[in-house]
């Protein structure tokens, strides 16, 4: 029976499955800031994104996920709530293509579970103590404050995507091993943030059309993720002529990496998600994703299983302050 330093079976195992599971709910933070961004399309007319020069749009994305573990006749549970504060500067648009620049203002986390409570916010005074503490803490400072730069056309598709060099800087010092080429590195970053957004497609959508995209989401020690998405127009929201809905269904499934010490298979996986887009001002305004996946894993002789249930809102504001 393996046993971690705190004497509880398993708890070793679970820490290092959390470690794992927590920096790709990271990583998904910084993909899901586009997550949103250039989606759908109206039946009247096919919907664009608007931009203007100086334009300045604030998103606050919240995301609440529950973890569990069955292990050794064992069952681990932890809870873990992040909230992103972050805004769009829009620098410049020429032919239709805005030259603009992405920053995370604030990051606030909170996770409870059995190796122990972490809570932190990047505002706060004083930095946060013990294991979990250690281990994401620097992780999400390295990304406050830090400027990606990029260039979205009015259909949504990116460009020219630009990670700044002290950022990967910092993220290799807070993390060398999530930097030796996996999500964190230079390339990792790009990578999450190109393939979030989805191109608009030319023509208009009628009610009940659907439209497809596919990602794939590098997992350190476990493989290739491909998320491959499905949209379909909903239509008008009855309450707002202004917003139009779009609905999301996403399939998911696990490419295992060759030299991975770790069985994984995903049991089951369900992901629904409701978009609202204002087709008088280009604008994403809410958006919310529900994921349910379980999945089998066998490591060091060990067999798992792993539960996760998120859910994902991302909301403009209003008041050109972020919520």
């Known amino acids: 029976m393996m046993r971690s330093i705190t004497g509880k079976p398993g708890a070793g195992l679970f820490t290092r499955v959390l470690a794992t599971w927590s920096r790709i709910g990271l990583a998904l933070v910084v993909s899901s800031l586009f997550a949103g961004a250039g989606r759908p399309a109206s039946g009247d007319d096919a919907l664009r994104w608007k931009f203007k020069d100086g334009d300045n749009l604030k998103y606050t994305m919240v995301q609440e996920t529950t973890q569990g573990l069955k292990a050794m006749g064992q069952e681990f549970k932890t ?5 992103v504060d972050l805004h769009w500067s829009v620098k410049s ?4 293509v805005a030259d603009m620049s992405q920053t995370i203002d604030r990051v606030q986390m909170k996770v409870d579970g059995p190796g122990g409570g972490f809570v ?4 706060a005074t004083k930095a946060p103590e013990g294991p979990i503490a250690n281990m994401l803490a620097p992780l999400l400072k390295t990304l406050v404050g830090a400027e990606f730069s990029l260039k979205m056309n009015s259909r949504g598709e990116l460009s020219d995507i630009k990670v700044p060099p002290k950022l990967v800087e910092s993220l290799r010092q807070a993390s060398p091993a999530a930097t030796a080429g996996g999500m964190f590195s ?7 943030i190109g393939q979030s957004s989805l191109a608009l497609p030319e023509a208009a959508l009628e009610p009940g ?3 497809e995209n596919s990602s794939r989401l590098p997992v350190p020690m476990l493989g290739i993720m491909v998320m491959d998405k499905t949209y379909t127009y909903v239509g008008p929201d009855p309450k707002d002529a202004a917003l139009v ?9 696990l490419e295992p990496a060759a030299d991975s010490n770790v069985a994984v298979k995903i049991t089951s996986h369900q992901g ?6 204002n087709k008088n001002t280009g604008r994403m305004e809410t ?8 999945m089998s894993l066998s490591v060091m002789g060990q067999d798992l299983e792993q539960t996760s249930s998120s859910i994902t809102t991302m909301t403009l504001s209003k008041d050109g302050a972020a919520k």
Request: no cysteine; hydrophobic share 30%; glycine share 8%.
């Open 93 to 96: 648009v020429k032919d239709g």
């Open 209 to 211: 059309k659907t439209w």
């Open 120 to 123: 932190y916010d990047s505002q």
């Open 245 to 253: 809905k779009i609905g999301l269904d996403t399939k998911v499934k």
């Open 287 to 294: 958006s919310r994703v529900d994921d349910q996946m379980k």
């Open 272 to 277: 629904k998600g409701d978009f609202a887009f």
């Open 186 to 192: 230079e390339d990792g970053l790009k990578n999450l």
């Open 79 to 83: 809870n873990l709530i992040q909230t």
